[in-house]
């Protein structure tokens, strides 16, 4: 067999993933790079008024009479706060990663902000086991996510309150108790922040060493940086929030501010620290979030429900068709919405259910990618392979996420009068989402040394698999409008 052509792409590959130079880069970046480097202590007044607007969000509309049913973000503050977090902030950030990164997390973050702000006041402790566990963001995701869905966050102002505010307030606590001038909230246990740092990797930016040590990524709680990253030997996007505190543009050591190409971390993620941790994270992740979006527009489902609480009426188990607490599910009579314990663990079940099967499938498409890339040239372990092959679907995870999750950002379209174009918007954004993360398949691939001319081949199952979470998320995307109230057993 003849490798050289994959062995010359490889080395291309490397040489375009490999930082240029601070001098070499374009004078915009260098700028940019200043203006924070000079605003950095004032960002301590973003953070105060960030803060400020996040309470307001979130306690404000408790204070208010129901908006009336045809009330606008214009109209009323409860609409507008509703509007604010899920057709703004949500996809706002996650889109915000592909031009920025995290700069979210360093630059504006208010749960953030605030749990450093009370680790420089607080116990200072050493940071635990259970916390640095690399299974402890993605049990702290999950929780939150499901909880988010039984007690209906997108839909009642309590729920808001309860779910951002707790989550607010664990963080406040986690920053009072650990950490020396840290972020362990960040790092350990924030919800959102594995699935920024997963899709930080695709982003348009990354800060360099300027002085490489090699041998990888460290875990370090010694130095500057509030998320432990070892500076020197930074490979990796996910865990940097780019708060700047490292770069001195006059300094020979630090970071600096470098563009690059969308994505081009992932194609060359094996010179970045892949983590099968993070991939796994990714699929089941993926699938929770499908979950919780898909029972409350599939028709199926509420028949399934429907059959599971016969069942247990059958054997006279009443208590199922009882209510909750409402710190647990969602109890809002005046909506017209009570959930019992059949929706509460008809909720729970189905999730965990979608979380297992997209997971399972992603996994299957994968291995198959990962043993063809073996038998037609592709180097390393086939479990190596695998965790690099599972990067492939950062960029569609990502964009159904925004679609699915976020779409009310769509709906700003028909506020300026493009409400038919939502569709062909909704659907370009989804289209490149596909295309991309077939595009890094190939590239992964590439990589991996895999032959040329048959790399079609184990392109085949993880295209196959980018297209299957296309289609699990389509009667989220463009199907079916959802309906939460009404639901009494
Ligand atoms: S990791 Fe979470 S809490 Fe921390 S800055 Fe990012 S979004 Fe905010
Ligand atoms: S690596 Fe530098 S910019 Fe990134 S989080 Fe750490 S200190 Fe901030």
């Known amino acids: 067999m ?96 592909i031009f920025t990164g995290r700069s979210w997390c360093g630059l504006l973050c208010p749960m953030g902000a605030a749990s450093e702000s009370l680790n420089q006041r607080g116990l200072q402790r050493p940071i635990p086991r259970w916390l640095r566990w690399e299974g402890t963001p993605v049990v702290s995701f999950l929780f939150i996510t499901i909880l988010g869905q039984t007690v209906g966050v997108r839909d009642h102002p309590e729920a808001v309150a309860e779910v951002f505010g707790g989550t607010l307030l664990a963080a406040m606590l986690i920053g009072f108790l650990y950490g020396r001038n840290k ?42 940086c509030p998320t432990m990253i070892d500076i020197p030997r930074k490979v990796e996007s996910r865990h940097c929030i780019e ?35 993070e991939v796994w994270f990714m699929f089941l992740g993926a699938g929770a979030a499908l979950g919780g979006f898909l029972w409350l527009v599939l028709p199926a489902y509420q028949a399934l429900r429907q059959r599971v609480g016969e069942w247990f009426i059958e054997r006279k188990w009443f208590w199922i068709g009882e209510t909750g607490p409402s710190w647990l599910m969602s109890v809002h009579p005046e909506r017209r919405e009570v959930f019992n314990w059949l929706d509460f663990f008809m909720i729970v079940g189905f999730m ?34 695998f965790v690099e092959l599972g990067y492939q679907y950062t960029p569609v995870a990502m964009m159904s996420l925004i679609l699915g999750l976020g779409g009310e950002l769509f709906e700003t379209l028909s506020y300026l009068g493009l409400g038919a174009y939502i569709g062909t918007a909704k659907g370009l954004v989804f289209l490149l989402g596909l295309v991309w993360s077939v595009y890094l398949g190939e590239r992964i691939l590439a990589r991996q040394g895999a032959a040329p001319r048959r790399r079609w081949l184990p392109l085949l199952p993880g295209t196959a698999g980018s297209v299957l979470v296309g289609l699990a998320w389509w009667p989220a995307i463009f199907g079916v409008q959802r309906d939460a109230g009404n639901i009494l057993f």
């Open 243 to 277: 708060c700047f505190r490292c770069v001195n543009p006059k300094a020979k050591g630090g970071l600096y501010l470098r563009a690059r190409r969308p994505g081009a971390e992932i194609e060359a993620i094996r010179d970045h620290h892949a983590n099968p941790a």
């Open 183 to 224: 972020r362990a909230w960040c790092r350990h246990m924030c919800p959102i922040g594995l699935l920024l740092g997963v899709f930080s990797r695709i982003g348009a930016v990354q800060l360099v060493p300027k002085r490489k040590k090699l041998c990888g990524d460290h875990y370090t709680e010694k130095g500057v």
């Open 352 to 385: 965990l259910a979608c979380m297992l099967l997209l997971a399972a499938v992603l996994a299957v498409t994968t291995a198959l990618a990962a043993w063809i890339s073996g038998c037609i040239g592709g180097d390393r372990s086939f479990s190596q392979r």
């Open 2 to 97: 003849n490798r050289m052509p994959s062995q010359r792409v490889a080395q291309i590959l490397v040489r375009a993933a490999a930082p240029s130079p601070p001098g070499e880069r374009h004078p915009r970046v260098a700028a940019v790079e200043g203006f924070f480097v000079r605003q950095r202590d004032r960002l301590v007044w973003v953070h105060g008024a960030m803060f400020s607007l996040f309470l307001c969000v979130l306690f404000v509309p408790l204070a208010l009479p129901e908006p009336p049913e045809n009330a606008t973000p214009f109209s009323h503050f409860t609409t507008f706060a509703s509007y604010g977090l899920w057709g703004l902030w949500f996809p706002l950030v996650f889109l915000s990663v």
